[in-house]
């Protein structure tokens, strides 16, 4: 059974590579040679089998296997092989998610303009967790891992902030991940038992033992639409009642994505966090990874998350904000209505300003607009 942990590539799926080590190179180098098309046909038969909609799914594997019968990938390997395969897959229905990835250590495809190609180091989960200003706690997440030092930390974060009047949660750089660490959150926000998102996965996923959110404490099966499994998500309170009043803000910019978005969707329809900042990134679904052979991998998106009230989710069009500003001064917005002086706003602003980038990042393969 594939349990939770799973999640995991709900981050992979929108994140950056990471950096090869020596040992990872080793591996990718001693990996059978696969040509192109037998990947792509890899990815084909799964994209067909397991995607969270199965006729686009299936028209997804029959533009794969059109460009197999026309030669287009039967000479390319590396990025330059995912890069072709993810640009006619998204030329059919763009997913946030969609991704196939190269083997660790293959070339890179260089950037537009002949630039070496561009390789981001890996997030840092947690940033600037503390006290703001008198009353103020703020954190920053850029990503839900599974690591059970990271959901400690959140713990930890909101029992030594307990007494806030406010907590500013920036989750402007936020690449996705699991629950773990909002199930150490919500607990302390709600006053009573509180249904916050529903996830449904493809029913063939489920009953292969395939759903990434199986076994979950926090997850609850119900009835939901034909050929899908739906689970809701729920916020169960804790003892501690100090934070039921506290006032709760949500920075987002277009770089808020997938599990980020989720986290998102709970707190604005259910009322308990107020939203500052850009629409997120538009990345919904959720899903698992899998092997293609050769070092080759995909995440297959098997479900979406949804707002339980109006059964939309928010693929491509992202979460709106309650208050919308330029990103860059969202915290600067939320401090000054918490009565901070508008000086003292800006400084504070200014010193907890992400370095990693607040905008959505483009599919690999995806056509500019316009």
Known sequence: MIRPQHLLPLLLAAAM????????????????????DAVAE???????????????????????????????????????????????VHAVSPDGHLRLRAPEGAAAAPAPGGAPPMRRAPRVPV?????????????????????????????????????AKAIIFDIRTHGGGGLDQMD?????????????????????????GGSP???????????????????EH???????????????????????????EHFSLAMKHTGRGTLVGDPTAGANHFGRGEELGGGYSAFIPVGRTYDPKTGKDWESVGVLPDIA????????????????????????SDAHMPTAPMERRKPRGAKPAG
């Open 17 to 36: 590579p990471l950096a090869v080590t020596p040992a990872h190179a080793e591996e990718a180098a001693a990996a059978p040679e696969v040509k192109g």
């Open 42 to 88: 890899a990815y084909a038969a799964l994209l067909a089998r397991d995607y969270v909609y199965p006729e686009t799914g299936q028209r997804y594997a029959e533009a794969i296997r059109a460009a197999i019968k026309a030669g287009r990938y039967a000479a390319l390997t590396g990025d330059a092989l995912g890069t072709a395969i993810d640009a006619d």
């Open 127 to 163: 940033e600037q967790a503390g006290w703001i200003a008198p009353g103020i706690a703020f954190v920053r997440f850029n990503v839900f891992p599974m690591d059970g030092e990271v959901t400690a930390a959140a713990a930890k974060f909101m029992a030594d902030h307990a007494d």
């Open 184 to 208: 150490v959150i919500f607990p302390w926000l709600f006053a009573e038992p509180t249904r916050l998102v529903t996830m449904a996965t493809r029913a063939s996923v489920d009953a292969q």
């Open 213 to 231: 959110i199986d076994g979950i404490a926090s997850m609850r099966k119900v009835a939901g639409d034909p050929g899908m499994v739906a689970r």
């Open 234 to 260: 729920w916020a169960t309170p804790n003892a501690d009642t100090r934070l039921r009043d506290a006032k709760i803000y949500v920075l987002t910019s277009g770089g808020t994505a997938s599990a980020a």
């Open 325 to 348: 500003v330029p990103p860059a001064q969202a915290l600067e917005r939320v401090l000054t209505d918490l009565g901070i002086d508008a000086a003292e706003a800006k400084r504070l």
